[in-house]
């Protein structure tokens, strides 16, 4: 894989930049061969044959290691279940490689030698001789491998099975276990998947990203620098010298208004001091105690004249009903009678009044004529 560079550095290079483009785009490949290769079609032949070798070998090596790893389940295990209704997804019915697998009462000592000597003879098939290999095959107990198989099958199928279980669930740790046999046929694919041009590209995309990550936090520590230069910035104009300077000024300036607020308070004491002597206080104390007296005698002369109407049937608070419901008393037939006696009587007295009034009138007429 050809090793990314970082954006800022084609930036600040623009000729190297059209350089590795040129080099990524049209001279090499992504695993950093070189794309003018004349000999690539023998090379991909080759290729091609190394892999059908290795599906061969892989092929071989798990069959020989499902061989010396099978093992026959006891009759409990291999017994199926009972049919009864089925309670949810997760309830499965047994698959026909168990329902035919041999259990361990009923091997027999023929399979039990096949499954010993098996492994080792596949692992040797391509070391010894074509007469060899025929010689043991037409011995016991490989002789009776024909007969045999279809009890050796089931063993093995049981055993790639739970292989192939094991690795689905490896590769699907999120998926329902009543489900991974679903994904077993998907590992060859995932399997590619992972261990192929995706991954190459999946490496190219995570350092390139890894890189637009750290070009990111350059830019993000370069902001902050500039943000804590500015702060310091700051904190050197408030508690510089000029700051200072200015900050004992403005004390300065505070320290001298008080004092003149002190200065204001004393002149405006001594003027009072001089203004009024002690004898004009004591003069004035005295009046403000004969006012307070003044105030209770008139308060006391209102109340006695507010009994006084009240006793004549006629309220302080105001003439009439309203006077007397405001005062709570004259409520009764009596009071209002009297009330209307006193107001009769005053009005008797205003006519005799105006009367007299004419009469002196007319008597010194007389007397000047």
Do not use: C
């Amino acid at each position: 894989m050809l090793p990314p560079i970082d954006e800022a550095v084609l930036q600040q290079n623009p000729d190297f930049a059209a350089l590795y483009k040129t080099l990524t785009t049209a001279v090499l490949n992504d695993d950093g061969s070189t794309k003018a290769d004349h000999s690539r079609k023998e090379r991909e032949a080759v290729q091609k044959e190394l892999q059908s070798h290795r599906l061969k070998s892989a092929k071989q090596h798990l069959l020989a290691q499902a061989l010396s790893s099978a093992t026959p389940p006891d009759a409990a295990a291999a017994k199926p279940p009972t049919a009864g209704p089925r309670r949810g997804p997760r309830a499965q019915l047994p698959t026909p490689a168990a329902a035919t697998t041999p259990t361990a009462a009923d091997i027999s000592p023929e399979l039990l030698e096949l499954l010993i000597l098996l492994p080792q003879l596949l692992e040797e098939a391509n070391t010894l001789p074509a007469e060899s290999t025929a010689l043991l095959l037409s011995t016991p107990p490989f002789s009776s491998l024909p007969d045999l198989l279809p009890q050796l099958a089931p063993l093995v199928s049981s055993t790639l099975h739970s292989a192939a279980l094991s690795l689905a669930r490896i590769a699907n740790p999120t998926t329902n276990p009543s489900y991974l046999h679903r994904s077993i046929p998907a590992l060859p694919s995932h399997a590619a998947s992972l261990s192929g041009p995706a991954l190459a590209s999946a490496k190219s995309d995570l350092t390139t990203s890894r890189l637009k990550t750290a070009a990111a936090a350059a830019d993000l520590l370069s902001a902050q620098t500039s943000v804590l230069t500015t702060l310091l910035r700051s904190v050197e104009a408030k508690h510089g010298t000029v700051a200072r300077s200015l900050e004992l000024r403005a004390e300065d300036v505070a320290l001298a208004a008080q004092r003149a607020e002190v200065r204001a308070d004393t002149a405006l004491w001594t003027a009072r001091r001089d203004v009024y002597s002690p004898a004009a206080r004591s003069a004035l104390r005295g009046y403000a105690a004969h006012l307070r007296d003044s105030t209770l005698r008139m308060e006391e002369s209102l109340r006695t004249l507010e009994a006084q109407l009240g006793e004549y049937g006629v309220s302080a608070g105001g003439e009439g009903e309203k006077g007397r419901r405001r005062d709570g008393s004259g409520g009764g037939g009596g009071g209002e009678g009297k009330e209307r006696t006193m107001r009769e009587m005053a009005r008797v007295y205003r006519e005799m009044g105006k009367q007299l009034e004419e009469v002196r009138g007319d008597l010194e007429r007389l007397g000047k004529a």
